[in-house]
């Protein structure tokens, strides 16, 4: 499917401001609370900035981060995902020899590929999401025990490591990625 300049412009334009107006919440005043944590090796305190959001905003706003940035997101991935390998693996001819079978052969690689791709974004951004939507909802305040900064700093870094994942997904699964990395590099 061809795309006109005037269609990808807006599409880039939406997927920049949509993200830039979620995070406009943000800009409201926060306060800065002290955690101290403790263990063997010491004591240490922490200031960490919270939104001073009402509870019912923050519910609110977190939870339609879930459905619109990870929920539908993740259903259309999932989805397109489904096509794709379908598309893929259907029998492009009854007779399996030579370039036919080397094409279908590609078309199974390339499944999955994009299968491997879908489930590292999922294993990735679902425990994030998960602890996010359940702090929201639970009564017992997790933010105030000691093991919130851990548990948040492991989580962010397997949700951010997705970014830099499907490059070594690539390398790994097809071929023609790494012999075209190798040329460039």
Known sequence: MQQSKSRTVKILVAVWTLPCLAATPFLYPSEAIANTLSSKYGVITRLTCFPTFSERFRRAYFTLLFVFFYLIPLLFIGWSCFRIAKCLLT??????????????????????????????????????????????????????????????????????????????????????FRNGFSRIF
């Open 91 to 176: 029998d492009t001819a009854m007779n399996r020899e030579g370039a036919l079978r080397r094409q279908e052969m590609n078309r199974r690689k390339v499944a999955k590929m994009v299968l491997v791709v879908v489930f590292a974004f999922t294993a990735s951004w679902t425990p994030y999401f998960l602890v996010t939507i359940i702090t929201q909802y639970q009564e017992v305040n997790f933010f105030s025990k000691g093991n919130y900064f851990f548990t948040m700093l492991c989580i962010n870094f397997f949700a951010f490591l997705n970014s830099s994942m499907n490059p070594f997904i690539y390398v790994i699964m097809s071929t023609r």
